[in-house]
């Protein structure tokens, strides 16, 4: 009997990546034979980082996983992209009961779009389950910003906001 690989998909902006994403590409790891990270091109979003400094950081975080892969797409939905690249999961954080709620609705429309796609729903911890992107990006300017950023971001991320945050300050 041959095995067929598990392949699962994980997408976002990952603007910047966190260490709650970290914790939830460790835990697909652990879960599947090849993770894609995916980031997911929005053309209406206005980005901190572009898609090659998102993809060099993701790179620089995951590179202790031999079955990571990091791409991106654009003008798919999800379930589409997953299904062009033959991965059969869809990996998707919940923090609390306002993700739970709108990713259950995803979920099932992505299920009417491809039946043979699953969805799995990881909940990480308490100390990650308040992390966004757009929460440490609020955090930036503040007197000690990057003492309490360090524990919500990968070194890399921090060191790469830390030189972005002076090159503007160099502007104002």
Not at 60 to 74: D, P
Not at 117 to 140: D, Q, W, Y
């Amino acid at each position: 009997m041959s095995h067929l690989p598990k392949t699962a998909v994980y997408a976002g902006s990952f603007d910047p990546i966190t260490n709650g994403h970290l914790w939830m590409i460790e835990q697909s790891c652990k879960l599947f034979d090849k993770l894609i990270v995916a980031i997911g091109e929005n053309a209406d979003k206005k980005y901190t980082f572009n898609l090659k400094d998102r993809i060099d950081l993701i790179q620089n975080t995951t590179s202790k996983f031999s079955n990571v892969e990091v791409t991106h797409f654009k003008n798919l939905f999800l379930v589409d992209y997953a299904k062009s690249i033959n991965a059969g999961f869809i990996v998707r954080g919940i923090r609390n009961y306002t993700d739970y709620e709108y990713e259950k609705s995803i979920r099932h429309i992505n299920s009417d779009l491809a039946r043979d796609i699953t969805t799995v729903f990881l909940m990480p911890p308490r100390n990650f389950a308040e992390v966004s992107s757009s929460m440490v990006k609020g955090l930036i300017g503040s007197n000690g910003w990057e003492k309490i950023a360090k524990k919500y971001l990968p070194e890399p991320v921090l060191e790469k906001m830390i030189s972005y945050t002076k090159i503007i300050s160099r502007y104002e």
